[in-house]
């Protein structure tokens, strides 16, 4: 036993020796490692925290809060119609309804200066921009002034502020060659049911309706039940409400779209889900390229070394601990490369985070498991060409050497 023992710090003693003695080599490996192992925990930090994001943002509108919006997909004999002023009337007056509040969405140029930006604009009143979460770092948003007024005022998203540099509130821009007046601008706060926060702008929604409502479907609606109604129940006075309106008899002939929260989160997560997995795919399939590079590395040490596993055999060192001196060399770097690839995607995580306005998420549990993975396929690319030395005979190995 104390020889086992002293045989297996012999092994790793020669390994540590191996390694620091071809650096160069042993930092290439170790690189390729590091990044594949960064990547698939990067990619898993940072769609965990856009999901947070979406998921916090869905429950700040809450449980009871519906989109209501022409449906471009309608059967039968109905054509997909806009959503209008008077469905947003019909829908205030409803019982169980605790608002509605129309929001017109279309695309538009904004400039300043010599710069311009195509955006989403959107009309929209205080109430929508608060349901919105729409917060500003600088200036104010939409008041009731502004729609009342129809007063040619704007929020810009902290995307378009940028493009156009925009100093602040105060400054001017133009809106489809229409100047307007910047009273806010928004804070970075990411997609929030299809909206895209940081590359829209807000105008009141009066003047929008004037200039933009005649233009098709681009009229939508927030719709909130009161807080004695399940979701069900005020999604069916909702339909009911409508199909009176519009003259449609049922689920297929509806020419409106009906989405809840819930039907949103789950195709976000739907769609994380998806993403994730083909990221971890590609993740995956960078590391077993850097297992194949590390497979070619310890198989050059092994021909490099014919002569030292020869005598080593002649002085008695046995197959197993031959075997296990490439083995060690192959972990030891499988090791460093995932413990550098848990801890370089850490930092950067956060920083993504940070300049995308996401809540940071780091999974520890996937890191770790992705560091372990590293270990354990590199310890297995090591075994091939350690299987390969421990089998030289010590005559042969020193033959071939000469």
């Not at 930090?45 to 999901?51: H, I, P, R, V, Y």
Request: some cysteine; glycine content about 10%.
């Amino acid at each position: 036993m104390p020889g086992d023992t002293r045989g297996w710090l012999s092994a790793v003693g020669i390994a540590t020796g191996v390694i620091r003695e071809h650096r160069l080599r042993t930092a290439l490996s170790c690189s390729g490692i590091a990044v594949a192992v960064g990547a698939m925990c990067l990619s898993c930090n940072l769609l965990q925290s856009l999901a947070a994001e979406a998921a916090a943002g869905l429950e700040m509108l809450g449980r009871n809060t519906f989109i209501v919006g022409p449906n471009p997909q309608a059967v039968g004999t109905n054509r997909s119609r806009p959503i209008t002023f008077e469905d947003v009337t019909a829908l205030r007056r409803s019982v169980g309804i605790e608002s509605a509040e129309p929001l017109i969405a279309v695309q538009g140029m904004v400039g300043r200066l010599a710069r311009h930006h195509l955006s989403t604009i959107y009309g929209a009143s205080r109430p929508e921009c608060v349901m919105l979460g729409v917060s500003v770092t600088d200036g104010r948003i939409i008041s009731d002034v502004d729609v009342h007024e129809r007063l040619s005022v704007c929020v810009l998203g902290q995307g378009v502020a940028n493009a156009l540099r925009v100093r602040g509130a105060g400054d001017s821009v133009t809106i489809s060659g229409r100047p307007f007046k910047v009273v806010g601008i928004a804070r970075s706060g990411g997609r929030l049911l299809g909206i895209d926060r940081d590359e829209a702008v807000f105008v009141p929604i009066s003047l929008a309706e004037r200039s933009y409502a005649s233009r098709g479907d681009n009229l939508v609606l927030l719709v909130v039940g009161d807080r004695l109604s399940e979701p069900q129940d005020t999604a069916q006075r909702i339909k009911l409400v409508l199909r009176r309106r519009r003259h449609t008899g049922s689920e297929t002939d509806d020419d409106f779209r009906l989405m809840s929260q819930e039907q949103v989160l789950t195709g976000l997560q739907q769609v994380a889900s998806a993403l994730q997995l083909a990221v971890l795919m590609i993740a995956a399939i960078a590391l077993l390229v850097a297992m194949v590079g590390l497979l070619n590395s310890v198989s050059t040490s092994v021909i490099e070394r014919f002569r030292e596993i020869g005598i080593r055999r002649a002085f008695g060192a046995t197959s197993r601990l031959i075997a296990a001196q490439f083995i060690v060399e192959s972990a030891a770097i499988g090791a460093v490369g995932g413990v550098a690839g848990v801890l370089g995607s850490w930092p950067i995580s956060l920083m993504l985070a940070s300049a995308l306005g996401v809540p940071p998420a780091v999974k520890w549990p996937v890191m770790g498991l992705a560091g372990v993975g590293a270990l354990i396929l590199a310890t297995a690319a090591g075994a091939i060409p350690a299987r390969r030395a421990a089998n030289l005979h010590p005559v042969e190995a020193i033959r071939r050497d000469e």
